[in-house]
């Protein structure tokens, strides 16, 4: 059994392939997935395959992350009175609670449970407020 | 399962879903019955996954 790169884990490495093939055709992918295979031997492929099968929680926590951010993004939004929002997410707006919520809407800081919630239904109030 | 939980098992199932490509593409290469069978399995294992998950979301 061949293997170009032992010291990188197998999930790794076929997580590295997986990327690149991404964006690609199915005809471009399928010709990068057998010339890799064709460098690594059969069987170091296939283990790589089954373990980078195995691994979805780092790209889970990834993809999370940006979702959240994503759906946070309009806080920053200049026409957004931040200070309201504080006050009508954590019921007050001293200083301590708005430093962590700036820290939260820069992506430094978890969101609470049932925050994401309540940042959701206040936005829908919003934006209903700005319809004539 | 609350709005996070949801959009945390939508995020899953594309990821699944892109896994099962990857891995159905792989195995077109494979000329081995015993790996390609073994590929076949970790294909069946994240199909039951992908189709657990999306009964979760329908009755939501």
């Given amino acids: 059994m061949s293997n170009k790169n032992p010291q990188r884990r197998p999930h790794q490495a076929a997580k590295k392939l997986y990327e690149k093939t991404k964006g690609m055709s199915p005809r471009q992918r399928d010709q990068a997935i057998l010339a890799y295979k064709n460098q690594v031997g059969e069987e170091e492929f296939v283990k790589q395959m089954l373990a980078f099968a195995d691994d979805t929680q780092e790209e889970l926590q990834a993809l999370s992350k940006d979702t959240i951010m994503l759906k946070t993004k309009w806080l920053n939004e200049s026409w957004v009175n931040k200070s309201d929002i504080c006050a009508r997410l954590y019921g007050k707006k001293d200083k301590s609670t708005v430093g962590y919520f700036a820290l939260q809407r820069q992506g430094q800081k978890p969101w609470k449970p049932g925050q994401l919630e309540k940042l959701d239904s206040i936005r829908k109030e919003l934006m209903e407020s700005l319809k004539i | ?60």
């Fill in chain 2, 1 to 60: 399962m609350n709005l996070q939980e949801r959009e945390k098992l939508i995020a899953r199932q594309e990821i699944v879903k892109s896994k099962i490509d990857f891995l159905v593409a792989s195995q077109k290469t494979i000329t081995s019955q015993h790996l390609k069978k073994l590929v076949q399995q970790k294909i069946d294992e994240l199909l039951d996954e992908f189709h657990l998950n999306k009964q979760r979301l329908d009755n939501e």
